[in-house]
């Protein structure tokens, strides 16, 4: 009798996804924060000082990102 060929399937990594997040070494995903791309003059300076650095994923959404990055 032939051996039956069990695959196991790649899982895809959603790119979009994957050039916006960065996964630590711990486990936690980093992304950049909104509103800092255009329109500025409008915005205050403490905004667009805050929105310089980079926060983390909120844990309500950490299922969701961590399933668009299944290797991250």
């Known amino acids: ?5 069990k695959k ?3 899982l895809k990594t959603h790119k979009g ?4 997040f960065d996964v630590t070494a711990n486990g936690k995903v980093k ?3 909104a509103n800092k791309r255009h329109i500025l003059e409008s915005k205050s300076k403490k905004m667009k000082r805050q929105a310089r650095k980079s926060t983390y994923v909120h844990d ?7 399933q668009m990055l ?3």
């Not at 009798?1 to 060929?5: A, D, I």
């Open 17 to 20: 996804a994957a050039k916006r």
């Open 60 to 66: 309500a959404n950490m299922d969701a990102v961590k």
């Open 70 to 72: 299944p290797y991250g």
């Open 31 to 33: 992304r950049s924060k």
């Open 1 to 5: 009798m032939p051996k039956k060929n």
């Open 8 to 10: 196991k399937y790649k």
